[in-house]
């Protein structure tokens, strides 16, 4: 029988408080140290995984990795350990929520409140690069802030180590969630850099100021051209109140060429404003490339920065959802058969699988495949009246085993249903699932 930590009320030698958060590759519980009362957050590798040597060594990098990073805008990991065959990763426990759920009560941010949260961030991504590590999934989702308006970085499953001699990542593989991720992650991620987060740091502040994602419309394939083509609306269009120096540092941000973005974050920084330390740095090293000095002087710390309110905190912690309840809200039983195809390999020999339910904001598919924790998945329709659109795009957020010979997955979708589109969804048949990332397992 699977153990239940919960109901043991133990994890190594932590107490257990409560479960705050689950997915397809592990679980998280709130917890607290018996030895000096710290409360602390740790995440346990799902049972199922313990045995995949793979997941095993991607879980352990994690921490190894994480553990490098002292900053104060990134979760601070602080042990790794072993409870019987499981293995779990103890954090800082932050009271808060995500971005994400934020931008889903209050669509968007001001500019003022945006730039706050963006620079955080630009910090705890430049400390990253300095240490050569590249998170790969920049997103709402990957950002805490708590009541006092600081955020924090978290979830460095995707990151990687600049010239590590062991790649936990396939070639040809895109990692990292499809809007926010640069285009050359769809063709080699395991050779991305620095830029890349910063295109994806751009797509999440074009989505904070804006409340609008960028490249929402249209199937996975588009979605790409678009991105390669740069065919991004202007944020000033969608804002007009926004200054024109903002909506210019995320279009540079985004460009599709890697070298037309700016560097680093400090360089993106000195985008956005003069006053923040990192945009000082880069227009400090600037004059010191062109006119070099005796010694370097850096800058006094930055004052202060206002938090975002309270009340936005407080109302989106209280709107959100837990995440057992986002798998059980208002599903519909929904039968279909379709095929799975990896999108970026051959597409013959289809994977058959069925839909179980779904929901507003997702989809229940059982398949003899398991696609891993983070895939994305194209959803083709027979009718093209949904929404006047005839695809969405699905991302797998768990996976469980169903038999000896089945998976049970749940995805979410890259948006909310409306009402009427899903009662248009349930009208019809699913008749095509296109993977849009080959990094998938069998």
């Known amino acids: 029988m699977v153990k239940s930590f919960s109901d043991i009320g133990l994890l190594g030698a932590y107490e257990i408080l409560e479960k705050v958060g689950a997915g397809g590759m592990g679980t998280v519980y709130k917890a607290r140290n018996p030895k000096n009362g710290q409360i602390v957050a740790i995440k346990v590798l799902s049972p199922e995984y313990v045995e995949d040597t793979m997941l095993l060594k991607r879980f352990r990098r994690e921490f190894d990795v994480a553990s490098k990073l002292d900053h104060p805008h990134i979760v601070r990991v602080l042990e790794y350990g072993m409870d019987g065959n499981y293995p779990f990763i103890v954090m800082e426990y932050v ?33 990253a690069h300095q240490n050569r590590i590249i998170h790969r999934d920049v997103n709402p989702a990957n ?29 040809k593989t895109c990692m990292g ?21 910063i ?18 419309s249209g199937n996975t394939f588009t979605m790409l051209q678009r991105k390669l083509n740069n065919q991004l609306t202007d ?35 000195s985008l956005l404003t003069d006053d923040h330390h990192l945009a000082r740095w880069h227009v400090q090293d600037q004059h010191q490339k062109a006119k070099p000095r005796s010694r370097s002087i850096r800058p006094a710390p930055p004052a202060p920065m206002k938090p975002l309110p309270a009340a936005v905190i407080a109302a989106a912690i209280a709107g959100e959802p837990k995440e057992d309840e986002r798998r059980r809200a208002n599903r519909h039983a929904f039968g279909g058969r379709m095929d799975c195809r990896p999108l970026l390999k051959t597409m013959a020999d289809p994977v058959m699988a069925e839909a179980i339910d779904v929901s507003a904001t997702g989809l229940g598919i059982v398949s003899p495949r398991r696609f891993e924790k983070g895939s994305l998945i194209q959803i083709d329709f027979p009718q093209k009246d949904l929404g006047g659109r005839d695809s969405l795009v699905v991302k797998v957020c ?4 169903h038999n000896e010979t089945m998976w049970s997955m749940g995805g979410r979708f890259h948006r909310p249903l409306t009402d009427a589109e899903l009662q248009t969804l349930l009208s019809q048949e699913i008749r095509t699932v296109v993977l849009a990332k080959s990094d998938f397992e069998a």
Request: with cysteine.
């Open 95 to 127: 009271e808060g929520t995500s971005l994400a759920a934020v931008l889903r009560r209050q669509k968007r941010l001001s500019e003022a409140d945006t730039l706050h949260v963006m620079l955080q961030i630009s910090e705890a991504l430049h400390l």
């Open 398 to 401: 768990w996976v469980r085993k």
């Open 177 to 197: 969630t499809l809007i926010y991720a640069a285009p050359e992650q769809f063709e080699d991620a395991g050779n991305v850099d620095a830029r890349a987060d």
């Open 143 to 171: 950002i805490l802030l708590d009541p006092h308006g600081q955020t924090r970085l978290i979830d460095l499953g995707l990151v990687k180590e600049t010239g590590a001699s062991v790649m936990m990542t396939r070639s």
């Open 235 to 269: 944020p000033q269009k969608l804002v007009p109140e926004l200054s024109r120096r903002v909506a210019d540092a995320i279009l540079k941000a985004m460009d599709p060429r890697p070298d037309h973005r700016p560097s680093n974050c400090a360089e993106f920084a």
């Open 199 to 216: 295109y994806s740091l751009g797509a999440t502040m074009y989505q904070t100021v804006t409340g609008a994602y960028p490249f929402q």
